[in-house]
């Protein structure tokens, strides 16, 4: 079958690399074709528009989000939770677009992780200066699925700590195409993004978008 992997120009401009940080946390460089993964991030946009949510303490967080596939992780006043109807529309979110899935498919493969069906695709949006807070995801019903994560647009450093939020910090670059997987002890470790920088060399690349897949439910 032809996909988006099995083409050799493709493979040739991407060729990822992986590399296991320890504990469950993966980072393959160059994996995801990023122009395409902004054309159905448009898409899924326009469909769900980008929104602020709450913290449960009250207070907005700073990239805007929506979602895709079955379920959406939302805040309200009933704190975070994974609701199968968007608010904001009133009606069911998007699927998850077929090169998503395949994408993630291949991540599973490439991290020799096992293959789990994501049914929830949350999707971040940072501005310049934009970041987030140290935080664990533990919102889902099955807390030990791994979680893959895509990045876009300008670079990111991901800083990772361990269980308890006083645990030493580590700093990974994340870059355009690169998919960061958290199984195993690492899905449990508190993590967040510093504030984006410009590129000076893409002035107007002006975004940072992350794609989390879930297994929600
Ligand atoms: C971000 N990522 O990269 C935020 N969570 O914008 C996350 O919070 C995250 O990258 C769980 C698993 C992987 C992640
Ligand atoms: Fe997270």
New binding site residues.
């Given amino acids: 079958m032809h996909d988006l992997f099995s083409d050799p120009i493709n493979q040739a401009q991407t060729s990822p690399i992986v590399i296991h940080h320890g504990q469950g946390l993966v980072q393959i460089k160059h994996l995801a074709p990023s122009q395409l993964c902004l054309f159905h991030i448009q898409q899924i946009s326009q469909y769900s528009p980008f929104r602020k949510m709450m913290t449960p303490m009250g207070h907005p967080m700073q990239a805007m989000t929506t979602n895709c596939g079955i379920y959406g992780w939302i805040s309200d006043n009933k704190g975070y939770h994974y609701s199968e109807i968007d608010p904001e529309i009133n009606k069911h979110w998007t699927t998850i677009p077929a090169e998503f899935l395949q994408l993630h498919k291949y991540a599973c493969e490439l991290a020799n992780i096992p293959l789990f069906n994501p049914d929830a695709c949350l999707i ?1 949006q940072y501005q310049i200066g934009q970041g ?1 807070g140290l935080h664990q ?1 533990k919102d889902e019903m099955d807390r030990n699925s791994p ?1 893959i ?1 895509i ?1 876009l647009g300008l670079n ?1 450093i ?1 800083q990772v700590g361990g269980k308890s939020r006083k645990d030493p910090i580590k700093e990974y670059l994340l870059e355009d195409g690169d998919v ?1 997987i ?1 199984s195993n002890e690492s899905r449990h470790f508190y ?1 967040g ?1 510093k504030p984006i920088k410009p590129n000076p060399l893409s002035p107007n690349c002006l975004f940072r978008y ?1 794609l ?1 897949l879930r297994k929600s439910h």
């Fill in positions: 971040n987030m995801d979680i994560s990045s990111a991901f960061v958290l993590h993004i992350n989390t």
